[in-house]
């Protein structure tokens, strides 16, 4: 069964930093991984992903701001957050890629505010 569980979440300031993470319960080494998010009232949208051959693609609004990146041995996939804005509040999950499926981690919450 794959789970993806997600951690790092919680409070940032305006200009500060948060990382998250995603472990993913089976190996994940060709296969695509992103961050998405939802901010209350939106729908979801793209954060950023990465290929097996580690590239990536970022929504405009993150781009030098956000860093996505994978340690394929741990399975795992990491979302470095610098320079937050209160804009970036929502509920981050990470997906992947896998035989064909689409799977979801529960999602973590980040909120960013003074």
């Known amino acids: 069964q794959v789970q993806l569980v997600e951690a790092g979440g919680g409070l940032g300031q305006p200009g500060g930093s948060l990382r998250l993470s995603c472990a993913a319960s089976?190996?994940?080494?060709?296969?695509?991984m992103g961050w998405y998010r939802q901010a209350p009232g939106k729908q979801r949208e793209l954060v950023a992903t990465?290929?097996?051959?580690?590239?990536?693609n970022y929504a405009d609004s993150v781009k030098g701001r956000f860093t996505i990146s994978r340690d394929i041995a741990k399975s795992t996939l990491y979302l470095q957050m610098n320079s937050l804005q209160p804009e970036d509040t929502a509920v981050y999950s990470c997906?992947?890629?896998?035989?064909?499926?689409?799977?979801w981690g529960k999602g973590t919450l980040v909120t960013v505010s003074l």
């Open positions: 990465i290929t097996s051959g580690g590239s990536t």
């Open positions: 089976v190996s994940s080494r060709l296969n695509t």
């Open positions: 997906k992947l890629d896998y035989s064909g499926m689409d799977y």
